[in-house]
């Protein structure tokens, strides 16, 4: 866990410096900020998502983790979450929920993440994840300087995700094979794209809502292997 528990001090600390930035820009360069966000958001799902060529395992995954999050309403409790943490800490930022589903969504999906918990998980040093650490220190920078305080509590996810990743792998790491990292790479970066379509509001994708997809490919690829 020192892997998770370092990256989760990069993004306090860097969420910090760009709340004191976001006080000082203005508007329009806040807009164009996010806009930027929005494109590497993108550009970094399509790298992902070409990580597969199990397109019918993927899709299918999609398509029943979809429903599955649809049913649990989670982007309906997320954006609760958020409301209760903006109440509680009396913020006036109309993008605090906003702020910590997307920095969690961006520190959480990439290929780092489940490498690098993998990595941990088995025993090895978590140099994967401590430069990952890095780079969303720089990276919450960035987002907290558009969108506020909310990218700072993307922690909590952040921490249970890629910590419970790290703990199941130290349990069952033996079983991650490259197919299963591949797949899950894959529908994380779909959901990438499905997040960068929705910061540029071009539509307004319930990202959250197919999260359990992430869970369905380990199934599904799982499944396959016995055939």
Request: with cysteine; proline share 1%.
């Amino acid at each position: 866990m020192t892997g998770t528990l370092i990256n989760v001090a990069t993004v306090i600390v860097g969420s910090i410096v760009g709340v004191i930035l976001h006080k000082r820009f203005s508007k329009r360069f806040t807009e164009i900020a996010f806009q930027g966000i929005g494109l590497f958001t993108i550009f970094l799902g399509v790298a992902m998502a070409l990580k597969s060529a199990a397109y019918l395992v993927i899709v299918l995954s999609l398509i029943s983790g979809s429903l599955i999050g649809e049913a649990l309403n989670i982007e309906v409790w997320m954006d609760n979450l958020g409301n209760k943490l903006k109440s509680k800490l009396k913020s006036k930022n109309d993008k605090f929920s906003e702020g910590l589903v997307t920095a969690f969504l961006l520190f959480c999906m990439g290929s780092m993440t489940i490498l690098g918990a993998i990595e941990e998980g088995l025993g090895g040093k978590p140099n994967l994840l401590l430069t990952k650490a890095i780079m969303d220190g720089f990276g919450s920078i960035a987002l907290a300087s558009a969108l506020g305080i909310g990218v700072m509590f993307s922690v909590i996810p952040l921490l249970i995700y890629q910590g419970g990743l790290t703990l199941l792998t130290s349990l069952i790491g033996n079983y991650f094979s490259e197919i299963y990292i591949n797949n899950l790479t894959s529908v994380g970066g779909i959901l990438l794209i499905g997040l960068g379509l929705r910061i540029l509001e071009i539509k307004q994708i319930r990202v959250l809502n197919m999260l359990p997809a992430l869970l369905i490919i380990l199934l599904l690829t799982w499944i396959k292997g016995l055939f």
